[in-house]
């Protein structure tokens, strides 16, 4: 993933550490599109804040998958729980790509929930990733 402008560098550095052998679409929109695309892949009519597309791996050339954040919702959720819309960026943005990488924390026994934290702690982001979505 190359983000052409600079002032996302700080999830290229989040890249770099997972070290993904592909390339990763990153797309950001607000609110109502992400209920639109929430609506058209998941059945679920309301917005979200982050969501990960992972594509089959049938060619090397073809990228990881995508990932889609509102920056709407971002932005609320950094004011709710007191950090910099770009920690929060940087939570949804680990947490869409261990999805990609193949970690599911609905399925699995808590390994997603270890790497967030391990990324969390490395990246010294706050924990409110993890609190919220255990409720």
């Known amino acids: 993933m190359i983000l052409s402008d600079k002032k996302y560098d700080f999830l290229e550095k989040i890249v770099a550490y997972l070290s993904p052998k592909k390339d990763v679409e990153l797309i950001f929109v607000n609110n109502q599109e992400m209920q639109e695309i929430n609506l058209k892949q998941r059945n679920q009519n309301k917005t979200t804040d982050v969501l990960s597309f992972p594509l089959e791996n049938v060619d090397e050339n073809i990228p990881l998958g995508s990932i889609v954040i509102n ?65």
């Open 71 to 135: 920056t709407e919702l971002a932005k609320e959720k950094a004011q709710e729980f007191g950090h910099s819309y770009e920690e929060e960026l940087s939570l949804l943005f680990i947490h869409a790509m261990l999805h990609l990488l193949g970690f599911d924390h609905e399925k699995d026994n808590g390994e997603m929930r270890k790497k967030e934290e391990e990324l969390i702690k490395h990246f010294k982001l706050p924990t409110s990733l993890i609190i919220r979505t255990l409720n």
